[in-house]
């Protein structure tokens, strides 16, 4: 009598569980008011693609200043080349420094959508400085109040000032916003999980775009229209961008801040190493890791077992001490598979970043170098000239064409001679390009010699 009454409650129980969890998403998201977000009227492409706006608005932005920036402090500020190089290497180093700051508040305090806000709105205001440190020399110095305002060296600090914003606030808000995008599919799901990979796919084409428009465009507005316009433009798509991504609050899916990724590198070698001593348990799945679908670190999902690197592994040996008390445990003692593996996937990446690094710093190089060759070129096509920032989309057009050519062409060639594994196609593409752009580097630096010797 017992069992026949419970079976209509457990149906009744297990159809509106399918139903919520089909309702709502099952990575833990909320969305603007911290309920569980709903499937249908949260994320997904009409999220995303806000994000994508934003992103190619402040991109956009923040290449037209770094394409043509060589001719602004050359021209304008009268640098020499070398310290007109020296500026804007440290300049761009800058802003590539600054996405660990927006990362680590997003992670671990403020959110992704937060940090960003608030980057978009320094941005915004190192615009505005750039914009007013180019429109001070054509403010009217007749009365003597302005004298002191539109001197060349307030200017200057101004402009430098305004620089250094830029590079904080766009550096700052990048991982944020690309990641919110990314959040906005269901990993739990399979059909949002594809969607996630076509959304990096349009990401770096949009980018692309927006180099395109930018060092073509907007650099010629800079160049024959004067740098008030040109900055003016720019201020504008900043603004647009930071509207977009605001007014979309609506429809995101937001992940709560899940602590600071340091702090939980350094418990995994912490307890690593008070483990030294103790064997790793034959079976995998003995290592400590939190029951169910949750993980322990708010916003992620847990991550699976993989082999090598063993001696992480022991940060989640489980003690005896530790079966007693399961919920006085101490981070610093035992760690779960999922920190485990977030520390392993860091020490992977190593190799990469340390090959591409050397190429980043000989590409730095060749970014001033470049444009610095254009200025002494002959760019006149009939009577357009064509301004020197100008040239370093080239690369921009064949990424734009190769693109499509590589994913649907080349990729499925080179599965042919492999195990088609996407894996091992990423870094072998990988290893070609390296190869690539060591011979594109070799080749400027043969050029390079025989332009500076006609240049004088």
């Not at 399918?18 to 709502?24: D, R």
């Not at 009227?41 to 934003?54: E, F, M, P, R, Y």
């Not at 923040?62 to 050359?74: D, E, F, G, Q």
């Not at 647009?240 to 937001?254: E, I, K, W």
Request: glycine residues 8%; aromatic residues 12%.
């Amino acid at each position: 009598m017992d069992s026949t009454d419970k079976g209509p409650l457990l149906e009744k129980h297990s159809s509106s569980s399918l139903q919520s969890s089909a309702e709502y998403t099952g990575d833990g998201s909320v969305c603007i008011r911290g309920s569980p977000a709903c499937r249908k009227d949260t994320g997904n492409w009409k999220a995303c693609s806000l994000t994508i706006v934003c992103s190619f608005c402040l991109y956009l932005a923040y290449i037209s200043i770094s394409k043509n920036l060589v001719s602004y402090l050359t021209k304008v500020l009268h640098e020499t080349n070398v310290v007109a190089a020296r500026d804007v290497a440290t300049w761009r180093g800058t802003s590539y420094l600054a996405p660990l700051l927006g990362a680590f508040l997003a992670d671990s305090y403020l959110g992704k959508y937060r940090t960003a806000l608030i980057f978009c709105t320094i941005l915004f205001l190192g615009m505005m400085m750039l914009l007013l440190s180019a429109a001070l020399p054509l403010i009217s110095t007749g009365h003597q109040a302005w004298i002191v305002l539109t001197g060349p060296v307030s200017s200057q600090y101004i402009f430098f000032v305004g620089l250094y914003m830029v590079a904080l606030g766009y550096g700052a808000q990048k991982p944020c916003v690309v990641s919110f995008g990314a959040d906005q599919f269901d990993d739990t799901d399979e059909v949002e999980r594809t969607k996630k990979s076509s959304y990096f796919n349009w990401y770096y084409f949009t980018l692309n775009a927006a180099s395109l428009i930018s060092g073509t465009i907007i650099v010629w507005v800079q160049d024959h229209e004067g740098w008030v316009r040109g900055f003016a433009i720019s201020t504008a798509f900043v603004a647009l961008g930071a509207c977009t991504l605001f007014f979309g609050s609506d429809t995101y899916r937001f992940q709560k801040p899940g602590g600071s990724p340091l702090a939980r590198v350094c418990q995994v070698l912490v307890a690593s190493t008070r483990n030294l001593g103790k064997d790793l348990p034959c079976d995998s799945t003995a290592l400590y890791e939190f029951l169910g679908q949750g993980s322990a670190i708010q916003g992620s999902r847990k991550l699976e077992h993989t082999d090598g690197l063993n001696f992480f592994d022991r940060a989640a040996i489980v003690t005896p001490s530790g079966c007693e008390s399961p919920h006085q445990l101490s981070t610093w003692k035992i760690c779960t598979v999922t920190q485990v593996e977030e520390l392993k996937i860091l020490v992977r990446m190593l190799p990469i970043w340390s090959t591409v690094i050397l190429h980043s710093t000989v590409q730095e190089h060749v970014f001033s170098t470049f444009v610095e060759q254009g200025m002494v070129m002959e760019k006149h096509l009939g009577s357009f000239e064509i301004p020197a920032a100008s040239f370093q989309s080239v690369q921009v057009i064949t990424v734009l064409l190769l693109i499509p050519f590589y994913g649907r062409v080349l990729v499925a060639v080179f599965r042919n001679f492999t195990e088609d594994d996407r894996h091992y196609a990423a870094a072998t593409d990988g290893s070609r390009l390296v190869f690539l752009n060591a011979i594109n580097d070799v080749s400027s630096s043969g050029g390079e010699q025989p332009v500076a010797d006609r240049t004088g």
